[in-house]
DNA sequence: TATGAATGAGAGTTCATTCAT
DNA sequence: CATGAATGAACTCTCATTCAT
């Protein structure tokens, strides 16, 4: 899997980065062939040697994308040993670090409208976004069966942490007062709290 | 202000609201005159009558929703006599009803990519969200001068809380078994208690 | 159906005669929705508000030069009292001048394949031709019938009489020394002898 | 000459082979050179190292083909010995096995738009179709000075038997119920009472 | 208020072709 | 011989928009 992703031409890599982050700056449908291929200092018909159609390029995006995010937390699938709390904590700071260190091209994994995917590569991209609430999900729940967390509905948390993730990205600024770590620490406070035995009377 | 939104003429009113609804459906760019026409049975051409170009269709549906937001928050700028708790509790509720209930359209208030509006309209859309987090924070901050919230960052918080009532629209099913309050009480509690003095020891 | 036929505006009218002609000339591919428009001095975006695309504009041409065709040739269909030699001649004489007379446009009626069309027009336009072939045979039988032409494969003689009627056009000069009757007129002689019950010993 | 026409390589006559049957069935502008190579099982560069451009191979399609029957029926030439109608059946016979046994690549030699072809080239193919036209002419001519035939225009009776051979491509079906044999025989005969001296009466 | 016709610009994509390897 | 990468030109078609009616 590693090596799939690391498979592609070095031109190929460039043209899907470049593309993801035109893609984020202006949106998959405003961002145009030519667009592309300008950044790429390159023909728009020499992207066609490399990808079949604009789709593929998005979905290229998303998939490697995915793909490099779930390498960095897929081992906490199994961790039965850490503390649910601490890799709470870690899964913060890496999914945080990979949305903003990426920002540019990283919010397409989550908030990109699927709907121009063929059913195919849909299916593909909706796969990984499981496995990582799976993985996220998991870590609550083992939090909960250890009584480190309390009875709450795993999915729905899941899911807000996410959010919360996913979204500093509208408003981040690598120079801004907060480091991506301040952040990070903050989010996994909030949401520790939130998910602690011990409530506010 | 209110007057303002109700003035328009029934056939603008729907083509907003048809407009609105393809904007969130397949995104602005991807969204054409001839879409809109089509839902709207009539011809594009028509559509001019009401409107300038396809910006101002953009703008008109962005400020409606703001403005209709604000309109149900903007009693919480002076109320200093409800607990502030009581005040979060009641916000979350109104916002989440507000994107759920309006889900198919609303979801532009917050995602849309305003690069695409006139300068001038740009700082009008911007100002509306900017009202509204100061709402959310001026709650969150009379609740800490209070101490009924602990020692925080009042606009970290905000940022958080918005991010989870939002990106509901992305996964919330109207059909599944969570209803629009259980997810309300829900943040609410996850945030209170993220927001509680009384942390785990 | 008569009516049908002139029912488009003159606009659309005078695109598909230019369009025809186009194809004809240089072949249905290698026409470009430029090339027709350059002809109907209109920009190729203005094409598209008479037709859906260019297979349309083909499949017009050809059910056109059918109905037109068949118009003219429909009478045949019933004709029991005409000497079928009689009508032969005056079949001949009415299927070419039609192809020579429209000859920049209707060799497309026979000899464009039909493989670009959508199945559903595909099938009217050999509706038509089916029709062509029916009529042309109808006579061709009745005369074995009375007796008239020698007993011969009515479908294949069909064949033969529109190949030679219609290949006409590639090698037809107005300029030439041969008027389309004298070129009728020795088709039929050919023909007719080819039918005659008396052949040479 | 014979010599020339077997001096191609077997790649390079392969190529022309599934380009010919290619131009064939969707015509020659709809024929994209990756078509070809599609067919070729090989890539488009790869065919410019046997020929200078597309229309080379159009050429090379018509020339081969054009020789090849040429060389079928260059004998009536100079053959004043055969009956004139035992020749003419000879020459219907070699001429529609011809079309028909390569069907899906000879069909060319006669209907092919001839403006794609440089002067140089399109002189060359029309030399052909004189050639052949003049020995169909031949036969025909001697026959109407040795009576066999009846006074008549020798060119037009050449072109509307060359109509009728050549057109059978359109609707011949291995399958069907006629022989090769069988059609040719009927364009013999309905040639041969078309030209005889006894008409009836 | 509604629309058919018109248009300049540009969309994604394919074209035939070249060239270094 | 074969090909991946590159390109300028052209493709069909859609875009937002205008305007006379």
Redesign the pocket.
């Known amino acids: 899997m590693t090596t799939e992703l690391k498979n592609k031409?070095p031109?190929k890599e460039k043209m899907l980065e470049n593309a993801s982050t035109l893609f984020w700056k202006k949106g998959y449908s405003a961002?145009?062939?030519?667009?592309i291929a300008k950044v790429c200092k390159?023909?728009?018909?020499?992207i066609?040697?490399?990808f079949?159609?604009?789709?593929e390029i998005l979905f290229e995006c998303l998939y490697t994308q995915n793909k490099r995010l779930l390498e960095k937390i897929k081992h906490f699938e199994d961790d039965r040993i850490t503390k649910p709390s601490e890799q709470l904590r870690e899964f913060i700071i890496i999914h945080l670090s990979h949305v903003l260190r990426y920002s540019k091209t990283s919010r397409l994994l989550f908030d990109t409208g699927l709907e121009r995917l063929s059913r195919n590569n849909r299916r593909k991209v909706i796969n990984d976004r499981d496995a990582y609430d799976r993985i996220l999900a998991g870590i609550i729940q083992r939090g909960i069966e250890s009584k480190d967390f309390s009875e709450i509905d795993a999915k729905l948390v899941t899911r807000n942490i996410a959010s919360m993730i996913v979204r500093t990205v509208i408003w981040y600024s690598p120079k801004g007062q907060l480091s991506i770590n301040d952040i990070a620490e903050f989010i996994y406070n909030f949401s520790l709290n939130g998910l602690s035995k011990e409530r506010k009377k």
Chains 1, 2, 3, 4 share one sequence.
Do not use: G, L, V
């Open positions: 031409s031109q961002t145009s062939m030519r667009d390159c023909k728009p018909a020499n066609y040697n490399f079949h159609n604009k789709e």
